[in-house]
């Protein structure tokens, strides 16, 4: 039996590879070895399964960093640390899924897009409050917070068009000097 997850699964492959636009209801059907008709009984639409595969990779994404985040005993450059390092694992371990969110979610219709604003701002927020916080105990001097937050996340994002699981850097050393080098721009060295 065919389920709702295999369906978004194999979308989000197809997403990542075709792009949302050229993928047509019929690819993911064949994919998933389903007649066209009989997955609509499973999705409503094209757009239905974007709005899924978005929510459920900010999901994903919060909880991995989640923890980290609210974890008082680290200073707020461990924590930034860390939530890097989880952030750069959940992109490289969920590719196609991380591949959806960072570049189909512009594809999304108006009212749907509204829906999911909230979610990605709830994700964002969190990057912000740990910097926010090194700010107010003095680990970091500078002072453009949103800013920050969208440079950092831009530059970790892009990591799904170039990492090789066997390239010459593993992910922990790839987020190590990543993080050195927000971390230094952040205490202004």
């Known amino acids: 039996m065919m389920t709702k997850d295999q369906i978004l699964d194999a979308a989000a492959q197809?997403?990542?590879?075709?792009?949302?636009?050229?993928?047509?209801?019929?690819?993911?059907?064949?994919?998933?070895?389903?007649?066209?008709?009989?997955?609509?009984?499973?999705?409503?639409?094209?757009?239905?399964?974007?709005?899924?595969?978005?929510?459920h990779a900010l999901e994903l994404l919060t909880a991995e960093i989640l923890l980290v985040a609210e974890n008082e005993e680290l200073s707020p450059s461990e924590k930034l640390r860390q939530m890097m390092l989880s952030y750069l694992k959940a992109l490289t371990d969920h590719i196609d899924l991380a591949s959806v969110l960072l570049i189909e979610h512009r594809s999304l219709?108006?009212?749907?897009?509204?829906?999911?604003?909230?979610?990605?701002?709830?994700?964002?927020?969190?990057?912000?409050?740990?910097?926010?916080?090194?700010?107010?105990?003095?680990?970091?001097?500078?002072?453009?917070?949103?800013?920050?937050?969208?440079?950092?996340?831009g530059a970790m994002n892009w990591i799904i068009t170039w990492y090789k699981p066997n390239g010459e850097l593993s992910i922990e050393e790839i987020s190590d000097q990543t993080a050195t080098l927000f971390l230094n721009g952040l205490r202004g060295i």
Do not use: C
Request: charged share 25%.
């Open 109 to 153: 219709d108006t009212d749907l897009h509204a829906r999911h604003v909230p979610n990605r701002d709830r994700f964002e927020a969190l990057w912000r409050e740990v910097i926010a916080g090194g700010m107010d105990s003095g680990d970091f001097t500078i002072a453009r917070t949103a800013l920050i937050v969208r440079n950092l996340l």
């Open 14 to 55: 197809i997403f990542r590879i075709k792009g949302y636009h050229a993928t047509s209801m019929q690819d993911i059907a064949g994919a998933v070895n389903l007649q066209k008709g009989s997955l609509y009984h499973h999705v409503s639409s094209k757009q239905e399964i974007l709005l899924e595969l978005l929510d």
